[in-house]
């Protein structure tokens, strides 16, 4: 689609398509399961497609996984913990982790196009941040492999056993990294199945494990849908459990382990705030709300959806946010040039559309720019909500899309109590010209992330998690590498 058809907005102008290229990518017409260093067949013998959700052409066809499949994964996992990964030594460990690592890197291109392909999110994110920051993780972790005794002084440390992962399709080979790295470094074995919407990336970070000759076992990958997660969730050899995913999902995982000894880690939703006080620079703070928000179709666990700005600048900010999402380019993710691509599933779009529907029927104000939508693939227009009350459904539930609701406050008060009235609690952002206000804010929102005049920024050293209904436990950094050991 020629980009003028895609954009007919007056604030925009036309740029010639500059499309990256699939020729280089190699992918299988079919997937089996990765078990025990080989790809085998999945005993039901069903298989599943994977499609590109901005143009519904089939991918791939990946393995459907059933409660056999994991127990052979659990107990090829178990065998090389016992076997061989408890007794290789760390330094050994870490000089795996890098190679991964460096694998990863060598191939971060294809890495780059499988997940834009896969997940529709657009390459230009996929290329500078899904990707390095997952092989970033694994040079991290490398680094703790050997020294695990100065990340915990003065204690023995052991790691825990088998770790089952479960993964999400917003950033499902950064979601993948965030989850195996730390469990190797630490010591342990891995079952991970990744989103059945997006497994392609997962089988590919299989096939680099593969060639960076990890023995047999140590990390497993099964593809299928919730009820492969559920196999491995309920496996009793499994003796950790690290979920990203549904809040509603995580619930059924928690009651599913209690009374276990099962441990966990469940990163869940998330509704997080981000605050404009009237000394911000505005057009900065405009530029993070539209990063905050639009980042990856607004599919982030901690997209800023809800902003909230000081009264006296909302009419400006507001203005200056029309502008500047009317700016954006929609369409195909392949394109370098594109703002935002596709929403991940038809499921996820026909979610966002309910949303929007009962924006508009609770008396909300809506505005979504002038633009064109592709006709085949899942797409959605960036969307601002005015005029709700803090009761409204989107402003209280998550939407996981391109949508974001704006809310005016008098007083830094009202701000830090309208930020923390959700039932989740996991990122928040502050914009001021102030280092006092920040460190004020900072210290009363109930958040596990808060970034202050910026948004969305990661790094493997920095902890991640949330609070309230966002879950528990951390991931990145020394915490995450905690949640994969035992201390003594
Ligand atoms: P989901 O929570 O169902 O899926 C996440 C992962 O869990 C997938 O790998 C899925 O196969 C697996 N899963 C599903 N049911 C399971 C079960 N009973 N036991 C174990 N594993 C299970 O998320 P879904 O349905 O794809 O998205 C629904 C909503 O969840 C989104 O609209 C969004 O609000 C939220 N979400 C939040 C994410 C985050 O990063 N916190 C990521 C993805 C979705
Ligand atoms: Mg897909």
């Given at each position: 689609m020629a980009r003028k058809e895609i954009n007919k907005s007056k604030v925009t102008w036309d740029y010639s398509?500059?499309?990256?290229?699939?020729?280089?990518?190699?992918?299988?017409?079919?997937?089996?399961?990765?078990?025990?260093?080989?790809?085998?067949?999945?005993?039901?013998?069903?298989?599943?497609?994977?499609?590109?959700?901005?143009?519904?052409?089939?991918?791939?066809?990946?393995?459907?996984?059933?409660d056999k499949d994991v127990d052979k994964a659990v107990k090829a996992a178990r065998k090389s913990y016992k076997g061989v990964w408890s007794k290789t030594t760390p330094?050994?460990?870490?000089?795996?982790?890098?190679?991964?690592a460096r694998l990863m890197q060598e191939r971060a291109r294809e890495f780059a196009v499988i997940e834009t392909l896969d997940a529709g999110k657009v390459i230009r994110e996929s290329r500078d941040v899904d990707v390095p920051l997952?092989?970033?993780?694994?040079?991290?972790?490398?680094?703790?492999?050997?020294?695990?005794?100065?990340?915990?002084?003065?204690?023995?440390?052991?790691?825990?056993?088998?770790?089952?992962?479960?993964?999400?399709?917003?950033?499902?080979?950064?979601?993948a990294a965030w989850k195996i790295a730390p469990a190797l470094a630490a010591g342990n074995t891995v079952v991970l199945k990744p989103a059945e919407t997006t497994p392609l990336t997962a089988l590919k970070l299989a096939e680099v494990i593969h060639d960076a000759g990890l023995p047999p076992g140590v990390v497993n990958i099964l593809t299928g849908f919730g009820d492969t997660g559920a196999?491995?969730?309920?496996?009793?050899?499994?003796?950790?459990?690290?979920?990203?995913?549904?809040?509603?999902?995580?619930?059924?995982?928690?009651?599913?382990?209690?009374?276990?000894?099962?441990?966990?880690?469940?990163?869940?939703?998330?509704?997080?705030?981000?605050?404009?006080l009237e000394d911000a620079p505005l057009d900065q703070a405009v530029e993070g709300i539209v990063n905050g928000?639009?980042?990856?179709?607004?599919?982030?666990?901690?997209?800023?959806s809800r902003l909230f700005v000081q009264e006296s600048v909302a009419e400006k900010v507001i203005e200056k946010l029309k502008h500047r999402i009317s700016s954006l380019v929609i369409g195909d993710p392949m394109d370098k040039n594109t703002d935002i691509g596709a929403i991940n599933s038809k499921e996820q779009l026909d979610t966002i559309?309910?949303?929007?529907?009962?924006?508009?029927?609770?008396?909300?104000?809506m505005y979504q720019p002038d633009c064109v939508l592709p006709k085949t693939g899942y797409f959605c227009k960036p969307t601002l909500f005015m005029d709700v009350a803090q009761s409204s459904r989107i402003v209280q539930e998550e939407i996981f899309g391109p949508v974001l609701t704006i809310q005016t406050f008098r007083t830094v008060d009202e701000a830090i109590q309208k930020a923390n009235n959700t039932p989740f609690g996991l990122a928040a952002g502050i914009w001021t010209d102030k280092g006092s206000r920040i460190f004020n804010l900072a210290s009363k929102l109930n958040a596990g992330v808060i970034w202050a005049n910026?948004?969305?920024?990661?790094?493997?050293?920095?902890?991640?998690?949330?609070?309230k209904e966002?879950?528990?436990?951390?991931?990145?950094?020394?915490?995450?590498?905690?949640a994969y050991v035992k201390l003594k």
């Amino acid at each position: 689609m020629a980009r003028k058809e895609i954009n007919k907005s007056k604030v925009t102008w036309d740029y010639s398509p500059a499309m990256e290229s699939s020729s280089h990518i190699n992918l299988k017409k079919k997937y089996d399961l990765y078990i025990d260093g080989k790809w085998v067949k999945p005993s039901s013998g069903k298989y599943f497609d994977t499609i590109n959700p901005a143009n519904k052409e089939k991918l791939s066809e990946v393995a459907h996984a059933n409660d056999k499949d994991v127990d052979k994964a659990v107990k090829a996992a178990r065998k090389s913990y016992k076997g061989v990964w408890s007794k290789t030594t760390p330094a050994e460990r870490s000089k795996y982790i890098y190679r991964i690592a460096r694998l990863m890197q060598e191939r971060a291109r294809e890495f780059a196009v499988i997940e834009t392909l896969d997940a529709g999110k657009v390459i230009r994110e996929s290329r500078d941040v899904d990707v390095p920051l997952a092989c970033n993780h694994f040079f991290y972790y490398a680094g703790w492999a050997d020294k695990l005794e100065y990340a915990f002084p003065n204690r023995k440390v052991e790691p825990l056993g088998v770790a089952g992962q479960i993964t999400p399709w917003n950033f499902p080979l950064l979601m993948a990294a965030w989850k195996i790295a730390p469990a190797l470094a630490a010591g342990n074995t891995v079952v991970l199945k990744p989103a059945e919407t997006t497994p392609l990336t997962a089988l590919k970070l299989a096939e680099v494990i593969h060639d960076a000759g990890l023995p047999p076992g140590v990390v497993n990958i099964l593809t299928g849908f919730g009820d492969t997660g559920a196999a491995i969730v309920d496996h009793d050899d499994v003796d950790k459990i690290a979920f990203t995913g549904s809040t509603g999902v995580g619930k059924i995982i928690q009651n599913a382990i209690s009374g276990t000894d099962k441990k966990a880690t469940l990163e869940l939703g998330g509704k997080s705030a981000n605050i404009i006080l009237e000394d911000a620079p505005l057009d900065q703070a405009v530029e993070g709300i539209v990063n905050g928000i639009f980042f990856n179709q607004g599919h982030v666990c901690c997209a800023g959806s809800r902003l909230f700005v000081q009264e006296s600048v909302a009419e400006k900010v507001i203005e200056k946010l029309k502008h500047r999402i009317s700016s954006l380019v929609i369409g195909d993710p392949m394109d370098k040039n594109t703002d935002i691509g596709a929403i991940n599933s038809k499921e996820q779009l026909d979610t966002i559309d309910k949303y929007i529907k009962i924006g508009l029927a609770e008396g909300a104000t809506m505005y979504q720019p002038d633009c064109v939508l592709p006709k085949t693939g899942y797409f959605c227009k960036p969307t601002l909500f005015m005029d709700v009350a803090q009761s409204s459904r989107i402003v209280q539930e998550e939407i996981f899309g391109p949508v974001l609701t704006i809310q005016t406050f008098r007083t830094v008060d009202e701000a830090i109590q309208k930020a923390n009235n959700t039932p989740f609690g996991l990122a928040a952002g502050i914009w001021t010209d102030k280092g006092s206000r920040i460190f004020n804010l900072a210290s009363k929102l109930n958040a596990g992330v808060i970034w202050a005049n910026t948004y969305n920024k990661f790094d493997p050293t920095s902890p991640f998690g949330g609070y309230k209904e966002s879950g528990y436990g951390r991931e990145g950094g020394l915490h995450g590498l905690s949640a994969y050991v035992k201390l003594k």
